[in-house]
């Protein structure tokens, strides 16, 4: 359990959720603008903007319901100041974005199946951010999640989404 220190400050979390709040819309609204590809007779479904939308919908409302979690205690007088970076979250967002790039850049595209490559990739990034805290269990989460999850989205985007993963 992450002490109430630790955690960021509502007034933080009322930063944040706007922050998230305009980065979704402004991917629904990119999104909206692609061309649909209609002259070529190309399904809604397979449209090029359809899946950023989706996301950008999807981290609208996560960014609405973190600031509307925050609202309430954000302008209490006692609250903390809002520090939204501090060393463990750059920290954190330092290996997330090494470990990103080593999936992109490292694992797809190599002639390793798309669906192992995110296994390998999913374990790495949910032990090296749980074990700190979690020891041991963060490797049983990480074991059961990281395939059910890599399979999910493989099957996902070639079932659904018709896109052929590498």
Known sequence: MIEEEARPSARADLYGGAFWIALGAI???ASW???RLERLGVSFFTAPGLLPG??????LLCGLMLTLRAWPEAF???QRPAL?????TMHRV????????GFAIGLVGHGMPFWLAATLYLFAQITVLEYPERGRKALVRA???????????????QTLF???LP
Do not use: E, H, K, Q
């Open 162 to 164: 018709l896109v052929r």
């Open 27 to 29: 991917i629904t609204i």
């Open 143 to 157: 074991a059961v999640i990281a395939p059910l999850a890599a399979g999910a989205i493989a099957f996902v985007f």
């Open 76 to 78: 209490n007088s006692n």
């Open 84 to 88: 939204l970076f501090n060393r463990d």
């Open 33 to 35: 603008r692609m061309d």
């Open 94 to 101: 330092g290996v997330t974005l090494l470990l990103c790039l």
């Open 54 to 59: 989706i996301l950008g919908v999807i981290i």
